[in-house]
């Protein structure tokens, strides 16, 4: 059966980091690559981390129907699910790891159902995800206090998850989701 692992997590609770674990140590598993309407950040590389689009083309992509699901995660910022992703990685026989926002993970689990596990990453409390996303260096004071207003709130939607990973500890965070992981590809 095509199956499908859904990570989903307030920002900054440690997501991509256990995300780049489970595709380096889980063979089966390969990443579906969203598309951004937000321009590339550091290092990000187009067809890598996202296929960064235009406005236009974003929009050009939708009325296309191109997307399994989109949603402007911050204003003026859109990101969608591409069907193409999903039928790329199936067709060579692996099963498809997606990293998305709450609500578009749970979008997800509505479509794919039993196909799916969806798992919510939580962070240890809003305090320590602030001092994260202070540390990451990457966002401003402004840009901070947007993604913890939206942390609180999509902490409220973890238990409608298959399954919760908390990530206190990093290394536990790790072996937790690599074996619930294995333990729904097994079946
Ligand atoms: P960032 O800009 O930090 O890379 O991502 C911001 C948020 O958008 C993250 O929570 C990420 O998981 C989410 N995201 C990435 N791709 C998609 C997607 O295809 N759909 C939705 N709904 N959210 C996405």
New binding site residues.
Partial sequence: MHKVVI?????GAG??TIVRHLLRQVPELAF?I???S?PP?GR?QDGK??YFLSETAFQEQIDRGA?L???E??PG?R????RSEVERIWAEGKSVL????????L?LKKIFGDRALAVFIEPPSVETLHRRLIKRG?DSPEKICERIDKAKYEMSFADRFDTIVLNDRLEDALADAEEKVAKFLSV
């Fill in positions: 990570f989903s997590a307030p920002s997501k991509s579906s969203s598309a951004t937000r950040r990000e981390e996202y997307f699901e989109w949603e995660v911050y910022c990101y969608g699910t591409l997606f990293d998305i926002d709450v609500i578009g993970g979008n990457t």
